[in-house]
């Protein structure tokens, strides 16, 4: 009887798993992150007594938009999807004489009720469909208990000193690789898995990554009280920081940061300002008018003065004055020759400039400044003080001794040194010789 009984059994099953189901997700709330599908059955429809943990061929799973589907079947992940629409299960293991081909779909129904009425009627399998939330999950508190390390950086005036702040925001993720998410966080849940479960270690590793986040925020020149406005540069920052942890570990990412407020210890921003405004007095007109502005406020304290009388108050200030006091009109005279030295650094474009001295190659080039002229390619000759004239005779005056000839200007005089040809002007022939067409150079220099 017990072998009859779970024959009826296994044969009840596998015919009442033979109905294709329609799994779904009603809802995903900002605080689930990953749910179980639902088989929905009709109160009216005749497929209401199949396995729950089954999912026939053919069954249909509807994706809504900002999901994605996980169908995992025995514990381990066979398919996914996170296109909206409808999706078909044609690859189950759980056949259905409705869906594919029939004789081929009764061959597998026998194969299922061997293996079910072995098993005393039970399905011994397990499938699942999960639906994950894709959205960007919002409103993510974040804040720093204790202060983190802040590098201020100001070229203008050399500051380069360690702070410390505090800040405090909100930031929004979202899962971008739901099979990590799987494996590594959730795995086979039973219904549904909250933010709030995973939420305490994601606030502890943010809080651990906003130091070097911070680092990499203020090696761009970003000032601690200019954070608020580079909220993506943040972002980017922390995620390179987390990359590691978060998108090749949980498989989320950060896709926003804010932040509500930045504050430093009120020494710290004292010291800041003071650094920023004494750096400004280095400019003496700056100086100046400050200086000014700082002898016209005791003028009118001193004038107030009812204690000592105003002629004491002002004796005092002559007095401090005469002890070595800065003088306003030096720092302006200071001023204006800084701005005539600056004036007078700057080269004026009206004014043409000399071009520099050179020599004159034998092919017609001149102003040459290298040792090689810019059109030829020849090298420049070397002067050894002596000059040939015109008559012959080699000189080294500025005036031949046998025929009176003056010394040609500063430039070598030629002659053929393949025919002997001479040119009119000796210190400028041509580019050949007329008489055999050797090209002058530097060995035809006499």
């Known amino acids: 009887m017990g072998i009859l ?34 088989n929905r059955k009709a109160k009216r429809g005749f497929g ?43 690859t189950s293991t759980e056949p259905s004489v409705f869906y594919g081909d029939l004789r081929e779909s009764l061959s597998e129904s026998f194969r299922q009720f061997g293996r079910r009425f072995s098993m005393g ?36 005036i050399g500051l380069d000193m360690d702070i410390e702040i505090r800040c405090h925001g909100e930031y929004a993720y979202r899962i971008v690789d ?52 580079h909220t993506l540069e943040l972002a980017d920052a922390l995620n390179e920081v987390l ?9 989320i990412a950060i896709t926003a940061i804010g932040i509500s407020s930045v504050k430093a210890p009120e020494e710290d921003e004292r010291m800041i300002k003071e650094l920023q405004r004494n750096a400004a007095f280095r400019n003496p007109n700056m100086a100046a008018a400050h200086l000014v502005g700082a002898q016209a406020a005791a003028m009118q304290a001193a004038a107030s003065n009812t204690h000592a009388g105003p002629m004491m108050a ?3 200030m002559n007095m401090a004055a005469g002890q070595g006091g800065a003088d ?27 071009p520099a001295a050179g020599w004159n190659c034998a092919c017609g080039a001149v102003g040459n400044t290298g040792k090689f002229c810019a059109e030829c390619g020849k090298p420049k000759p070397v002067a050894d003080g002596f000059w040939t004239c015109a008559c012959g005779a080699r000189n080294k005056g500025k005036f031949c001794p046998e025929c009176g000839r003056q010394k040609p200007a500063d430039a070598p005089l030629y002659k053929c040194d393949k025919c002997g040809w001479e040119p009119e002007d000796p210190a400028h022939p041509p580019k050949f010789c007329p008489e055999c067409g050797d090209p002058f150079g530097a060995e035809d220099i006499r």
Do not use: H
């Open 5 to 38: 009984k779970a024959g009826i059994g296994a044969a009840k099953s596998v015919l009442a798993d033979q109905w294709r189901e329609y799994f779904y997700c009603p809802a995903l709330e900002t605080d689930v992150l990953v749910r179980k599908g639902v």
């Open 48 to 90: 209401n007594k199949g396995s729950d943990n089954i999912i026939s061929n053919g069954s249909i799973i509807a994706v809504n938009e900002g999901q994605c589907m996980m169908i995992v079947e025995q514990g381990m992940i066979v398919d996914v999807c996170a296109e909206a629409g409808e999706f078909v299960y044609d």
């Open 121 to 156: 009627g039970d399905t011994g399998k397990d499938q699942r469909v999960y639906f994950f939330n894709t959205k960007e999950i919002l409103g993510n508190k974040y804040g720093t208990p204790n202060p983190v390390p802040f590098r201020v950086v100001d070229a203008n």
């Open 178 to 229: 739901p099979i990590l998410f799987y494996k590594n966080i959730c795995g086979n849940v039973e219904e549904q898995y909250e933010r709030e479960e995973i939420a305490s270690q994601l606030k502890t590793e943010i809080q651990t990554a906003l130091q070097p986040a911070f680092a990499k925020i203020s090696a761009m020149g970003i000032r601690y009280s200019a954070l608020p406005g």
């Open 243 to 251: 990359s590691e942890k978060w998108g090749q570990r949980y498989g």
């Open 314 to 316: 002002f004796a005092g």
């Open 328 to 354: 306003v009109s030096n720092l302006y005279a200071m001023g204006q020759q800084q701005a005539a030295a600056q004036q007078n650094a700057a080269p004026s474009q009206n004014v043409a400039q000399k």
